[in-house]
């Protein structure tokens, strides 16, 4: 059991942001997981946090506590029957690699989530999406473990019960579970779903004849790509906002005021907006201070230029939230994770 102390946490937190853990672990079985559970360290040194990619995380402080990474690798086809791959990957597997390896082995179903950055572990706790896809879609069940109860229980797709970026893992059960392997359920006849515009117009600029799942794969890395900063390149977390929700009489009032926004029906209730455009019509897009900043392309992901604070980041956006709200009168909430 190595435990090390004191440590940076810039290389394990897509941001980049440079904050210690008192105590640093990591775990590549179930039996390193137990054993560094049942250390009397973990009595004395809680907070405990599991950390993924460390890819939907903003820390703002040092973590006073225990941080254990999951290292649990392995892609394992568990079973298959006519129309469908069940497929287990553990959760310390990056996911886009794993999407890679679905795509070689034409296992179809999530080529639109390609280049999401962080792990298969976090795919099922914020229901990851893109381009018309969630994980809901494609999910047949998980294995977690249950910190308290020291077992491992298996989760399926109503038991996780997902929402737009959300699951039971984020609510009810948070931090009471580490996930340990998920287990999707890949089609062997794939079903493209092209429904989002920028893809078609990508394929086309592509000039792809024949769709297949890797060219859809391709198109959304490309148009990732264009938009999005690369975690390597500049620090990020991607979608700092959920894009918020509300009625459709507020949104008929707001489209009075501003008759370009844009919203997207969800019911004939709700109506999905897109908080990027609200926070471009409030100034904010391009917007840096210091190193911090809020993206140049795409205004609904910050950015850490290098050397930012996470303070630095989340007075940012807590800053852009009151200007929403202000011109707006719509409430953003966040969906990266603040520690
Ligand atoms: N828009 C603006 N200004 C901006 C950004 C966006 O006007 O600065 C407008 C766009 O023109 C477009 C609309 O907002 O009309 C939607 O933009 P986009 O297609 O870029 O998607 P998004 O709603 O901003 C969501 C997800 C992304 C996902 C894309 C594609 C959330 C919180 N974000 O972004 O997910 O890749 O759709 O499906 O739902 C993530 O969660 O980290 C993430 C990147």
Redesign the pocket.
């Known amino acids: 059991m190595n435990i090390k102390e004191n440590i940076s946490l810039k290389q394990y937190n897509s941001f980049g942001i440079d904050v210690k853990a008192r105590y640093f672990s990591a775990f590549a079985s179930t039996d390193e997981l137990t054993e560094l559970l049942d250390g009397s360290l973990l009595a004395s040194s809680r907070p405990l946090l599991i950390l993924g990619g460390g890819?939907?995380i903003l820390f703002t402080k040092d973590f006073n506590g225990l941080v254990l990474k999951n290292e649990l690798k392995g892609i394992e086809l568990v079973k298959e029957d006519a129309r469908y791959y069940y497929v287990k990957a553990y959760a310390g597997e990056n996911w886009h690699q794993f999407v890679s390896y679905c795509i070689r082995n034409n296992y179809a179903g999530i080529e639109?989530l390609s280049l999401?950055?962080g792990n298969v572990g976090a795919s099922p706790m914020?229901n990851?999406?893109?381009?018309?896809t969630e994980i809901k879609d494609v999910f047949y069940a998980l294995e977690a473990y249950h910190l308290k109860e020291n077992r491992i229980e298996v989760f399926s797709l109503n038991d996780c019960a997902f929402g737009?970026?959300d699951s039971v893992f984020k609510k009810q059960y948070k931090g009471q579970y580490i996930i340990l392997s998920v287990t999707y359920l890949l089609r062997k006849q794939p079903a493209f779903n092209i429904s989002?515009g920028?893809i078609k117009q990508e394929l086309a600029r592509m000039q792809v004849q024949e769709l297949s799942i890797k060219a859809i794969s391709e198109a959304v890395i490309r148009?990732?790509s264009s938009?999005?900063p690369d975690p390597a390149q500049t620090g990020n977390?991607?979608?700092?906002?959920?894009?918020p929700v509300i009625s459709q009489t507020e949104f008929n009032q707001l489209k009075q005021s501003y008759p370009a926004i844009?919203g997207f029906s969800l019911n004939d209730e709700k109506v999905?907006l897109?908080?990027?455009?609200?926070?471009?019509?409030c100034g904010w897009?391009g917007y840096r201070k210091g190193d911090a900043g809020c993206?140049e392309?795409?205004?609904?992901?910050l950015v850490n230029y290098g050397r930012a604070t996470g303070q630095e980041v989340l007075d940012i956006s807590n800053d852009i939230m009151a200007s929403v709200i202000e011109k707006f009168g719509v409430v953003l909430e966040k969906?990266v994770n603040i520690f």
């Open positions: 890819s939907n639109n999401i950055p914020q990851i999406g893109a381009y018309g737009y970026r989002y920028a148009i990732r938009k999005l977390a991607g979608s700092f906002f959920k894009n844009t999905k897109a908080a990027g455009w609200l926070i471009e019509q897009k993206y392309k795409q205004a609904l992901v969906e």
